[in-house]
């Protein structure tokens, strides 16, 4: 007799901008297929990445079981042990580092593998620190540059609007923002497109003709990588020599407008920031950057979005100084149509909130670190900073660092895929004396550890989680299947690990316990959802809102009462806090810098190409990329223009070698119009897959990037030059 199937409501606990509902059919314990909302408008949908998400979890490459390597790290070869073996284990190691080294001499590096709010890094990170504590990194891989310019301008990281304010909009841009691909929430492609189709102009400035662009764009400005700033800086001095900023507006809400006046207008140095100074900078004709500028300052309220893409690159935080800078001189803060463009946080729902407790690290005792995000010159020398990781565990302290790395225990995050410079972290990675890892596969991480434990998927346990960035829903993930195997999750490692470590109360609650405590924990959100248990059984919440929310929009009707939340409590086109540092690579104003590898450096003679690494259609970062539906889908290849490839002899489908001192990729050509001459892109995320030879098999675009730093604590993964050729010329 056939079981009746019953349906499981889920969903994309990821980082994915999408954060999608998910209808998980369920019958005799197995998923039989993947659904999306079909409740009421607006309805969170499932892209291509959460349709495949049953191939993820019935992947024939899951991992099931612990193991351990027996063989050299990155050799492969493992042997399977049974949990006792594996914790023990890395009790007895962590014990022994500790007493060994000290308790700052064990890293742990926890990422966004997983998005909720028990199931996460923070559960071996509670554990740690309540057994003597651990060092950790600093910096947010995707928009640490916007974080460090926002605070500087606004004083806070809650400065979007939600989408549906697009349709007050006269005018929009999109710089560097591809929300078809990234899902920057899963509503905002169907706004975007009925802003087109109501006729709303929209431009989009990209080096890459993006979905984005065919789209919903009117108008393709390509520029080059690491120039979005001198643009910008010109578009302003176009504005303010046609006397088309908002003087009043400026007077009244902004300090430093001066300052920025002269730097723009070549008062400070002597060379106005003309568009025509930016033309040789930016590829961008000095004509298309006046225009541009005109139709934004006059289509007023307009609307500047500016993605996170451009911002990560040597000196990215001057191009969001930049962007809320001409946001700000044309009256387009805290009004309807317009847009801050800063992170695109809103203040709806807010998705940094309440999670798992984690007791205080006694490592941050020995090393103090500073809550000011401006402080990097200290912030580096307190903790490691994501992309300078591989470099403090091969230096420790005679590299500057606060101590020398003996251990690693990484979950939730794939790191010598995502972090700068992989050939260096196989180096690293080699050197330290004991490795862990949490993953649902032998990833390219995981292939150089010295313990591998099987992690359960979103289906496979319950959680919640709250939108990416400008969302307005909540979504409760309900387990819908027993854990694969012998998998657990990252919470119910910890409470085996515990005791093992001499803490006898890490937990004395269950899943259902903790997910409530955390929620009652967090004010806004039981004001917003009112009903845990109806959240719990709907498996979705979406707020309902009376209108469109704008960013500071009080302290614009009422400044009086409602002050920014900087130094001076307006906005701070001239930052104080920026000034005392006396940095010239952090200038007080918005300023073009010149940023290393560039077009101008002697470099770009041995390696004449900028790469970009985009974010991917099939892949949420490194997640997915062995999903064999997805992969089948779309070929992991790096994007080339024609003229590039016709000066190289490379013909569409060719296997190419892509290289530089770093590193050395093999991986599919696609040549194509939609990316501009001298840019090339490999998307990330791809497993990093080293042959004997060193030559990347997997397409890895960290094996070319740099592991350097921006002044205001950017990764600097979109900030490379590489050289391109056919794989059957290389010597």
Same mark, same amino acid.
């Given at each position: 007799?056939?079981?009746?199937?019953?349906?499981?409501?889920?969903?994309?606990?990821?980082?994915?901008?999408? =954060?999608? %509902?998910?209808?998980?059919? %369920?019958? $005799?314990?197995?998923?039989?297929?993947?659904?999306?909302?079909?409740?009421?408008?607006?309805?969170?949908?499932?892209?291509?990445?959460?349709?495949?998400?049953?191939?993820? !979890?019935?992947?024939?490459? =899951?991992?099931?079981?612990?193991?351990?390597?027996?063989?050299?790290?990155?050799?492969?070869?493992?042997?399977?042990?049974?949990?006792?073996?594996?914790?023990?284990?890395?009790?007895r190691e962590t014990k022994r580092v500790r007493d060994a080294y000290g308790p700052a001499s064990l890293l742990h590096v926890t990422y966004s593998g997983s998005a909720g709010h028990l199931h996460t890094g923070l559960a071996i990170r509670r554990l740690l620190?309540?057994?003597?504590?651990?060092?950790?990194?600093?910096?947010?891989?995707?928009?640490?540059?916007?974080?460090?310019?926002?605070?500087?301008?606004?004083?806070?990281?809650?400065?979007?609007?939600?989408?549906? @304010?697009?349709?007050?909009?006269?005018y929009v841009i999109l710089w560097g923002w591809n929300p078809s691909v990234t899902i920057w929430d899963s509503n905002t492609s169907h706004i975007l497109a009925r802003v087109r189709e109501k006729?709303?102009?929209?431009?989009?400035?990209?080096?890459?003709?993006?979905?984005?662009?065919?789209?919903?764009?009117?108008?393709?400005?390509?520029? =080059?990588?690491?120039?979005?700033?001198?643009?910008? !800086?010109?578009?302003?001095?176009?504005?303010?020599?046609?006397?088309?900023?908002?003087?009043?507006?400026?007077?009244?809400?902004?300090?430093?407008? $001066?300052?920025?006046?002269?730097? %723009?207008?070549?008062?400070?140095?002597?060379?106005?920031?003309?568009?025509?100074?930016?033309?040789?900078?930016?590829?961008?004709?000095?004509?298309?950057?006046?225009?541009?500028?005109?139709?934004?300052?006059?289509?007023?309220?307009?609307?500047?979005?500016?993605?996170?893409?451009?911002?990560?690159?040597? =000196?990215?935080?001057?191009?969001?100084?930049?962007?809320?800078?001409?946001?700000?001189?044309?009256?387009?803060?805290?009004?309807?149509?317009?847009?801050?463009?800063?992170?695109?946080?809103?203040? !709806?729902?807010?998705?940094?909130?309440?999670?798992?407790?984690?007791?205080?690290?006694?490592? @941050?005792?020995?090393?103090?670190?500073?809550?000011?995000?401006?402080?990097?010159?200290?912030? !580096?020398?307190?903790?490691?900073?994501?992309?300078?990781?591989? $470099?403090?565990?091969?230096?420790?302290?005679?590299?500057?660092?606060?101590?020398?790395?003996?251990?690693?225990?990484?979950?939730?995050?794939?790191?010598?895929?995502?972090?700068?410079?992989?050939?260096?972290?196989?180096?690293?990675?080699?050197?330290?004396?004991? %490795?862990?890892?949490?993953?649902?596969?032998?990833?390219?991480?995981?292939?150089?550890?010295?313990?591998?434990?099987?992690?359960?998927?979103?289906?496979?346990?319950?959680?919640?989680?709250?939108?990416?960035?400008?969302?307005?829903?909540?979504?409760?993930?309900?387990q819908a299947i027993d854990p694969i195997g012998e998998s657990k999750s990252d919470w119910q490692i910890a409470c085996d690990l515990a005791p093992r470590l001499g803490v006898t109360n890490f937990s004395e609650k269950s899943e259902d316990e903790w997910l409530r405590d955390i929620y009652k924990a967090s004010p806004d959100m039981c004001k917003q959802v009112p009903d845990y248990d109806a959240f719990k059984k709907d498996g979705v919440h979406k707020v309902k809102l009376s209108g469109p929310q704008v960013a500071f929009e009080q302290q614009i009707k009422d400044p009086a009462n409602n002050p920014f939340p900087t130094r001076s409590g307006k906005i701070e086109i001239y930052a104080k806090r920026l000034a005392d540092l006396n940095n010239p690579l952090v200038p007080p104003v918005p300023k073009y810098v010149e940023p290393w590898e560039s077009p101008n450096d002697p470099l770009a003679k041995k390696y004449p190409l900028q790469l970009i690494t985009t974010h991917f259609k099939r892949r949420i970062h490194s997640m997915m990329d062995n999903n064999s539906w997805l992969k089948e889908l779309i070929p992991q290849a790096v994007q080339i223009n024609t003229k590039d490839a016709a000066n190289r002899d490379i013909a569409d489908g060719d296997t190419v070698r892509v290289f530089n001192d770093r590193g050395q990729v093999a991986i599919l050509a696609r040549v194509t119009e939609r990316i501009m001459p001298g840019v090339v892109d490999i998307p990330e995320g791809a497993w990093f897959n080293p042959d004997s030879q060193g030559v990347d098999r997997g397409g890895c675009g960290n094996t070319l990037t740099k592991d350097e730093v921006s002044p205001g604590g950017a990764l600097c993964s979109n900030t490379c030059l590489v050289q391109i050729e056919k794989f059957d010329r290389r010597g």
């Open positions: 007799m056939e079981t009746q199937e019953k349906i499981v409501y889920n969903g994309g606990c990821h980082d994915c901008g999408g =954060r999608c %509902v998910f209808r998980v059919h %369920v019958r $005799d314990g197995v998923v039989t297929s993947i659904e999306t909302d079909n409740g009421a408008d607006p309805q969170i949908r499932a892209c291509l990445r959460g349709r495949a998400y049953r191939q993820h !979890v019935y992947n024939p490459d =899951r991992l099931k079981y612990p193991v351990k390597r027996v063989g050299e790290r990155g050799e492969g070869k493992w042997q399977r042990i049974s949990w006792d073996e594996a914790l023990d284990t890395i009790a620190n309540m057994t003597g504590g651990c060092s950790v990194t600093w910096a947010m891989i995707s928009g640490e540059a916007c974080t460090y310019a926002v605070r500087a301008f606004y004083g806070t990281g809650t400065n979007g609007n939600t989408r549906d @304010d697009l349709f007050n909009s006269h006729g709303i102009p929209i431009v989009a400035v990209d080096p890459r003709y993006t979905d984005s662009v065919a789209t919903f764009a009117n108008q393709w400005i390509p520029i =080059r990588p690491g120039a979005d700033t001198a643009m910008m !800086v010109a578009m302003a001095h176009v504005i303010i020599s046609k006397n088309l900023h908002d003087q009043p507006f400026i007077d009244k809400y902004s300090i430093g407008f $001066d300052q920025f006046k002269d730097y %723009v207008l070549g008062k400070e140095d002597g060379i106005p920031k003309t568009p025509a100074w930016a033309e040789p900078i930016t590829g961008v004709p000095a004509a298309t950057i006046e225009k541009l500028a005109i139709a934004y300052a006059t289509n007023r309220p307009s609307a500047l979005i500016a993605g996170f893409g451009p911002g990560r690159s040597a =000196r990215g935080e001057q191009y969001h100084r930049a962007a809320m800078t001409l946001a700000t001189i044309t009256g387009n803060v805290g009004v309807h149509g317009g847009n801050a463009a800063g992170a695109e946080i809103n203040p !709806v729902v807010s998705s940094f909130g309440v999670k798992l407790p984690v007791e205080d690290n006694p490592v @941050d005792k020995q090393f103090p670190f500073p809550n000011s995000s401006m402080d990097t010159g200290i912030r !580096v020398k307190a903790r490691p900073h994501i992309s300078l990781v591989w $470099d403090a565990v091969l230096k420790g302290k005679a590299g500057g660092y606060p101590t020398d790395y003996k251990m690693l225990y990484l979950n939730c995050v794939n790191q010598i895929n995502q972090f700068p410079n992989a050939n260096k972290g196989v180096q690293a990675l080699k050197k330290l004396e004991f %490795v862990v890892v949490h993953d649902t596969f032998i990833t390219s991480t995981a292939r150089y550890a010295d313990i591998v434990l099987p992690i359960t998927t979103i289906l496979e346990r319950s959680d919640f989680c709250r939108p990416w960035l400008s969302g307005t829903h909540y979504l409760f993930n309900n």
